[in-house]
C-alpha cells in the first residue's frame, strides 16, 4: 500500500477511537442517575451573575496615588515660596 492510503487508514478508523470515546462518555452522562440523598433544589453552588454596587476603587497606575501628586505639589510649593 502507498503511502496515501495508509494516511487515509490511519483517518478513518484510528481517529475514529476518540470520538467514539466521547459519544460514549457524553451517553453515560446523559443516562447517568443523580445521586441518592442529595436534593439538587438545596445543593447549588451556582449563583446567578450580579453587576456590582458602587464604584470600583481607584487604579494603582505607574505615576503613583492621588495623595502622592498632593503631597509634591505641597512641597514643591513651599519650596518655591
Given at each position: 500500500?502507498?503511502?496515501?492510503?495508509?494516511?487515509?487508514?490511519?483517518?478513518?478508523?484510528?481517529?475514529?477511537?476518540?470520538?467514539?470515546?466521547?459519544?460514549?462518555?457524553?451517553?453515560?452522562?446523559i443516562?447517568?442517575e443523580p445521586?441518592?440523598?442529595?436534593?439538587?433544589?438545596?445543593?447549588?453552588v451556582?449563583?446567578?451573575?450580579?453587576?456590582?454596587?458602587?464604584?470600583?476603587?481607584?487604579?494603582?497606575?505607574?505615576?503613583?496615588?492621588?495623595?502622592a501628586?498632593?503631597?509634591?505639589?505641597?512641597?514643591?510649593d513651599?519650596?518655591?515660596?
Open positions: 500500500m502507498s503511502s496515501g492510503a495508509w494516511e487515509l487508514v490511519f483517518m478513518l478508523l484510528i481517529l475514529k477511537i476518540p470520538m467514539v470515546y466521547l459519544g460514549l462518555v457524553v451517553w453515560y452522562a443516562r447517568a445521586e441518592p440523598g442529595i436534593d439538587p433544589s438545596e445543593y447549588s451556582w449563583q446567578p451573575w450580579r453587576k456590582p454596587k458602587g464604584p470600583r476603587p481607584r487604579r494603582g497606575g505607574p505615576h503613583g496615588t492621588r495623595d501628586v498632593r503631597a509634591s505639589r505641597a512641597r514643591r513651599r519650596v518655591a515660596a
